[in-house]
T-cell receptor, first 115, second 118 residues
Framework: GAVVSQHPSRVICKSGTSVKIECRSLDFQATTMFWYRQFPKQSLMLMATSNEGSKATYEQGVEKDKFLINHASLTLSTLTVTSAHPEDSSFYIC???????????FGPGTRLTVT | AQSVAQPEDQVNVAEGNPLTVKCTYSVSGNPYLFWYVQYPNRGLQFLLKYITGDNLVKGSYGFEAEFNKSQTSFHLKKPSALVSDSALYFCAVRALRHANTGFQKLVFGTGTRLLVSP
């Protein structure tokens, strides 16, 4: 139980284009989903927290207009990197938390490369 | 504010020897502590957690961790390392939920790379 998937696992896009990453909770309802970014050889940095049906809460320094987060259902959250640039290249990881739960379950991550 | 320190960027150990990966934390109130492992280009896999109770927590793949409140530490240990244990290990802390502060976010350490040599 408590499986979280991400799609795609890898994506390469050209500078200036937008790319969408999906995060799904496969066997539980995720009232809260988290999006993290990980640079090479660095820790996970929380980008934003999203609750189903409401606007995401972004961490300080994260551009909400660049990283659009939609948590439209209890099993799906999406992160759209708009007008991507090479510096947006990173490993993006989502996690999900069920109702009344203290646990976060992590997805396998998405490697984004912007050329 | 919550914080986690992993003082070692890398730990080297020979296969069959015991290993320790260090973690210290700072949190207001009682801590909720985790260890995760990450293999290359993969997400985080949960190893173990401490909430309350016994200070020695046993987790996946033979790993265990000892909660030490006086030293604010939560070191990860394994009696006999395997080459396949080579990976990146993250310690994380979260304050227990309080009625007036709501859900507390998870804060990660910078990670420790474990290299187990044959």
């Amino acid at each position: 139980g408590a499986v979280v998937s991400q799609h795609p696992s890898r994506v390469i896009c050209k500078s200036g284009t937008s790319v969408k990453i999906e995060c799904r909770s496969l066997d539980f309802q995720a009232t809260t989903m988290f999006w993290y970014r990980q640079f090479p050889k660095q820790s996970l940095m929380l980008m934003a927290t999203s609750n189903e049906g409401s606007k995401a809460t972004y961490e300080q320094g994260v551009e909400k207009d660049k990283f659009l987060i939609n948590h439209a259902s209890l099993t799906l959250s999406t992160l759209t990197v708009t007008s991507a640039h090479p510096e947006d290249s990173s490993f993006y990881i989502c996690s999900a938390r069920g109702p009344g739960s203290n646990e976060q379950y992590f997805g396998p991550g998405t490697r984004l490369t912007v050329t | 504010a919550q914080s986690v320190a992993q003082p070692e960027d890398q730990v080297n150990v020979a296969e069959g020897n015991p290993l320790t990966v260090k973690c210290t934390y700072s949190v207001s109130g009682n801590p909720y502590l985790f260890w995760y492992v990450q293999y290359p280009n993969r997400g985080l896999q949960f190893l173990l957690k401490y909430i309350t109770g016994d200070n020695l927590v046993k987790g996946s793949y033979g790993f265990e961790a000892e909660f030490n409140k006086s030293q604010t530490s939560f070191h990860l240990k394994k009696p006999s390392a395997l080459v396949s244990d080579s990976a990146l290990y993250f310690c994380a802390v979260r304050a227990l939920r309080h009625a007036n502060t709501g859900f507390q976010k998870l804060v990660f350490g910078t990670g420790t790379r474990l290299l187990v040599s044959p």
